[in-house]
């Protein structure tokens, strides 16, 4: 079983900075994808930021592309999401998630795990 496990999250004004982190455990080599997501209530799973483990390149979200930037640590087991110029539209429930890439980038049930969240929200 894999384990995720998302802190970080905060209360901020606009244009403030926040950096998530999501701590994973188990076995993760049946999985080959990490990504952010983000849902508002009412609303699906928006995709935010997303690494291949075989590609360098990372992909974002058009919303948050220049702004966000996801990386990880190996070492540590850890994934973050750095994000920077933060907007009252950014204000939302942040989730990691592992899965399986499956020819798309953002399709949530590509991905079997998940963590239980982390909230940011943002003030004008």
């Known amino acids: 079983q894999v384990q995720l496990v998302e802190s970080g999250g905060d209360s901020v004004q606009a244009g403030g900075s926040l950096r998530l982190s999501c701590a994973t455990s188990?076995?993760?080599?049946?999985?080959?994808?990490i990504a952010w997501f983000r849902q508002v209530p009412g609303k699906e799973h928006e995709g935010v930021a997303t690494?291949?483990?075989?590609?360098?390149?990372?992909y974002y979200a058009d919303s948050v592309r220049g702004r966000f930037t996801i990386s990880q640590d190996n070492a540590k087991n850890t994934v973050y999401l750095q994000m920077n110029s933060l907007k009252p539209e950014d204000t939302a429930m942040y989730y990691c998630?592992?899965?399986?890439?499956?020819?798309?980038?953002?399709?949530?049930?590509?991905?079997?795990?998940w963590g239980q969240g982390t909230q940011v929200t943002v003030s004008s």
């Open positions: 998630a592992r899965g399986v890439w499956q020819g798309w980038v953002f399709r949530p049930m590509d991905y079997k795990y």
């Open positions: 690494i291949y483990t075989r590609s360098i390149d990372p």
């Open positions: 188990g076995d993760t080599r049946s999985t080959n994808l």
